[in-house]
């Protein structure tokens, strides 16, 4: 059975930092492509960033700001997440799958997700 576990999110003020890890189990997430997917209240999920062969995605309004990484070995996926602003708020998901231009719809495998909100 495949689990995807995020954790790491939070209450944060704007410009502040935070770092969600996701650990799995059941799936050995070396051999598949990783993402990170945000929907907010109302709004369609989207994918912030995701490994896929090798090739690193980010959404626009998070380059410079968000970090993805994986620990080869370990079945973590990590994102660093600086410079938060309040339009970041949303759950987030830890994903795997085939991966394709980071699309939710090329992934098949999804965490519960953790709530990330920025506000002062």
């Known amino acids: 059975q495949v689990q995807l576990v995020e954790s790491g999110g939070g209450l944060v003020q704007p410009g502040g930092s935070l770092r969600l890890s996701c650990a799995a189990s059941?799936?050995?997430?070396?051999?598949?492509?990783v993402g990170w997917f945000r929907q907010a209240p109302g709004k369609e999920r989207e994918g912030v960033s995701c490994?896929?062969?090798?090739?690193?995605y980010y959404e626009e309004s998070v380059k410079g700001r968000f970090t993805i990484s994986r620990e080869t070995g370990k079945n973590m996926v990590y994102l660093q997440m600086n410079s938060l602003e309040p339009e970041d708020t949303a759950i987030y998901y830890c994903?795997?799958?085939?991966?394709?231009?980071?699309?939710?719809?090329?992934?098949?495998?999804w965490g519960q997700g953790t709530q990330v909100t920025v506000s002062s």
């Open positions: 490994i896929e062969d090798g090739t690193l």
């Open positions: 994903a795997a799958g085939l991966g394709f231009q980071c699309r939710s719809e090329t992934y098949d495998h």
């Open positions: 059941g799936i050995a997430l070396d051999y598949y492509a």
